[in-house]
Protein backbone atom coordinates (compact mmCIF):
# COMPACT_ATOMS: atom_id res chain seq x y z
CA UNK A 1 0.00 0.00 0.00
CA UNK A 2 1.44 3.65 -0.98
CA UNK A 3 1.55 5.62 2.38
CA UNK A 4 1.94 9.48 3.31
CA UNK A 5 2.81 10.61 6.27
CA UNK A 6 1.60 13.74 7.01
CA UNK A 7 2.75 16.11 9.91
CA UNK A 8 0.98 19.61 10.41
CA UNK A 9 3.15 22.50 11.89
CA UNK A 10 5.87 20.68 14.06
CA UNK A 11 7.21 24.39 14.70
CA UNK A 12 8.75 25.61 17.36
CA UNK A 13 6.81 28.61 18.28
CA UNK A 14 4.05 25.51 18.96
CA UNK A 15 6.61 23.41 20.78
CA UNK A 16 8.65 26.35 22.90
CA UNK A 17 7.70 29.79 21.72
CA UNK A 18 4.72 31.92 21.50
CA UNK A 19 1.94 29.07 20.97
CA UNK A 20 3.35 26.92 23.15
CA UNK A 21 0.95 23.76 23.61
CA UNK A 22 1.51 21.30 26.17
CA UNK A 23 3.61 18.11 25.29
CA UNK A 24 4.66 19.03 21.90
CA UNK A 25 8.56 18.73 22.42
CA UNK A 26 7.63 15.06 23.80
CA UNK A 27 5.60 14.03 21.30
CA UNK A 28 7.45 15.39 18.34
CA UNK A 29 10.56 13.63 20.07
CA UNK A 30 8.15 10.44 19.99
CA UNK A 31 7.47 11.64 16.37
CA UNK A 32 11.05 11.46 15.27
CA UNK A 33 11.77 8.04 16.55
CA UNK A 34 8.66 6.51 15.04
CA UNK A 35 9.93 8.23 11.61
CA UNK A 36 13.52 6.31 12.05
CA UNK A 37 11.49 3.46 13.12
CA UNK A 38 8.95 3.17 10.22
CA UNK A 39 12.02 4.21 7.64
CA UNK A 40 11.03 3.01 4.24
CA UNK A 41 7.38 2.62 5.16
CA UNK A 42 6.37 5.84 3.53
CA UNK A 43 6.63 6.99 -0.09
CA UNK A 44 5.90 10.47 0.66
CA UNK A 45 6.63 12.37 3.85
CA UNK A 46 4.63 15.94 3.98
CA UNK A 47 5.20 18.54 6.67
CA UNK A 48 2.60 21.48 6.63
CA UNK A 49 3.93 25.00 7.84
CA UNK A 50 2.43 28.04 9.08
CA UNK A 51 4.07 30.80 7.25
CA UNK A 52 2.83 34.23 8.39
CA UNK A 53 3.23 37.63 7.24
CA UNK A 54 4.13 40.09 10.23
CA UNK A 55 0.64 41.32 10.15
CA UNK A 56 -1.37 38.02 10.07
CA UNK A 57 -5.32 38.41 10.39
CA UNK A 58 -5.28 35.67 13.14
CA UNK A 59 -2.80 37.81 15.83
CA UNK A 60 -4.18 39.44 18.72
CA UNK A 61 -2.71 42.65 17.42
CA UNK A 62 -4.34 42.83 14.37
CA UNK A 63 -7.66 41.14 15.68
CA UNK A 64 -7.14 37.77 15.53
CA UNK A 65 -7.62 35.04 18.33
CA UNK A 66 -3.60 33.93 18.96
CA UNK A 67 -0.33 35.18 19.64
CA UNK A 68 1.61 36.47 16.63
CA UNK A 69 3.05 32.99 15.59
CA UNK A 70 5.54 31.38 12.92
CA UNK A 71 6.56 34.22 11.43
CA UNK A 72 7.97 34.19 7.79
CA UNK A 73 11.60 33.68 8.08
CA UNK A 74 11.91 33.33 12.21
CA UNK A 75 12.94 31.02 14.40
CA UNK A 76 9.46 30.35 15.71
CA UNK A 77 8.57 29.12 11.94
CA UNK A 78 11.60 26.55 11.62
CA UNK A 79 10.49 23.03 11.59
CA UNK A 80 11.42 21.01 15.00
CA UNK A 81 14.80 20.38 14.02
CA UNK A 82 15.07 16.36 15.49
CA UNK A 83 11.76 15.72 13.50
CA UNK A 84 13.35 17.57 10.52
CA UNK A 85 16.48 15.79 10.94
CA UNK A 86 14.68 12.12 11.32
CA UNK A 87 12.50 13.16 8.07
CA UNK A 88 15.44 13.62 5.99
CA UNK A 89 18.18 10.63 7.66
CA UNK A 90 14.93 7.96 6.19
CA UNK A 91 13.87 6.97 2.23
CA UNK A 92 11.29 8.64 1.02
CA UNK A 93 10.28 12.16 -0.26
CA UNK A 94 10.29 14.97 2.03
CA UNK A 95 7.81 17.56 1.11
CA UNK A 96 7.18 21.15 2.84
CA UNK A 97 3.86 23.10 2.43
CA UNK A 98 3.46 26.37 3.34
CA UNK A 99 -0.15 28.07 4.56
CA UNK A 100 -1.61 31.10 6.17
CA UNK A 101 1.07 32.77 4.00
CA UNK A 102 -1.46 36.05 2.85
CA UNK A 103 -2.03 38.73 5.57
CA UNK A 104 -5.65 38.74 5.49
CA UNK A 105 -6.68 34.34 5.09
CA UNK A 106 -6.91 32.24 7.80
CA UNK A 107 -5.83 28.66 6.69
CA UNK A 108 -5.79 25.83 9.21
CA UNK A 109 -5.87 23.34 6.96
CA UNK A 110 -3.54 22.95 4.31
CA UNK A 111 -6.26 22.36 1.99
CA UNK A 112 -7.45 25.92 2.14
CA UNK A 113 -4.45 26.72 0.69
CA UNK A 114 -5.03 26.99 -2.78
CA UNK A 115 -1.46 26.71 -4.22
CA UNK A 116 -0.42 23.92 -1.52
CA UNK A 117 -3.73 22.29 -1.86
CA UNK A 118 -2.97 22.21 -5.60
CA UNK A 119 0.20 20.69 -5.49
CA UNK A 120 -0.56 18.14 -2.94
CA UNK A 121 -3.49 16.97 -4.69
CA UNK A 122 -1.17 16.22 -7.73
CA UNK A 123 1.64 14.39 -5.36
CA UNK A 124 -1.26 12.12 -3.47
CA UNK A 125 -1.88 11.73 -7.55
CA UNK A 126 0.99 11.01 -8.83
CA UNK A 127 2.51 8.68 -6.02
CA UNK A 128 -0.65 6.93 -5.91
CA UNK A 129 -0.92 7.16 -2.29
CA UNK A 130 -4.03 5.07 -1.03
CA UNK A 131 -3.41 6.05 2.83
CA UNK A 132 -2.50 9.01 4.48
CA UNK A 133 -0.74 8.77 8.20
CA UNK A 134 -2.05 12.08 9.87
CA UNK A 135 -0.11 13.78 13.08
CA UNK A 136 0.89 17.05 13.99
CA UNK A 137 0.40 20.19 16.08
CA UNK A 138 -2.55 20.98 17.08
CA UNK A 139 -4.86 17.96 17.22
CA UNK A 140 -7.76 19.74 18.26
CA UNK A 141 -7.13 23.12 15.54
CA UNK A 142 -4.70 22.43 12.48
CA UNK A 143 -4.86 18.67 12.76
CA UNK A 144 -8.56 18.33 12.95
CA UNK A 145 -8.97 21.33 10.53
CA UNK A 146 -7.26 19.22 7.68
CA UNK A 147 -8.21 15.78 8.35
CA UNK A 148 -12.05 17.17 8.27
CA UNK A 149 -11.01 19.25 4.40
CA UNK A 150 -9.21 16.11 3.49
CA UNK A 151 -12.31 13.75 4.45
CA UNK A 152 -14.26 15.74 2.04
CA UNK A 153 -12.14 15.33 -0.71
CA UNK A 154 -10.71 12.16 -0.49
CA UNK A 155 -13.13 10.60 1.94
CA UNK A 156 -12.66 8.81 5.52
CA UNK A 157 -11.07 5.69 4.51
CA UNK A 158 -7.98 7.44 3.02
CA UNK A 159 -7.18 9.10 6.94
CA UNK A 160 -5.56 7.28 9.55
CA UNK A 161 -4.91 9.66 12.74
CA UNK A 162 -1.89 9.07 14.94
CA UNK A 163 -3.29 10.61 17.97
CA UNK A 164 -0.08 10.20 19.97
CA UNK A 165 1.76 12.65 17.75
CA UNK A 166 -1.32 15.24 18.14
CA UNK A 167 -0.34 17.37 20.57
CA UNK A 168 -3.84 19.65 21.55
CA UNK A 169 -4.75 22.83 23.05
CA UNK A 170 -7.75 21.11 24.37
CA UNK A 171 -5.64 17.63 25.94
CA UNK A 172 -6.94 16.19 22.76
CA UNK A 173 -10.69 16.40 23.39
CA UNK A 174 -11.81 17.56 20.24
CA UNK A 175 -10.19 14.87 17.83
CA UNK A 176 -10.50 12.75 19.86
CA UNK A 177 -14.81 13.06 20.13
CA UNK A 178 -14.45 13.58 16.10
CA UNK A 179 -12.64 10.52 15.54
CA UNK A 180 -15.33 7.86 17.65
CA UNK A 181 -17.96 10.19 16.01
Known amino acids: MNR ?6 PQMDFISGSLKVD ?13 KEADGEYRCKVVTVDWHPFSHCSF ?3 GGQWPAHCIQHTVGAAVYPPLMEALYATGGKVEIFKK ?40 DVCVL ?22 PSIDGGTALHEFLES
Open 60 to 62: VEN
Open 4 to 9: MLMIID
Open 100 to 139: GDKKNVEEYSIFRNLTSARHLDFLIRRMEIEKIDLCGIAG
Open 23 to 35: GAAGSMDALARYV
Open 145 to 166: ATLKAGIGIYGGPMFNVLEEFC
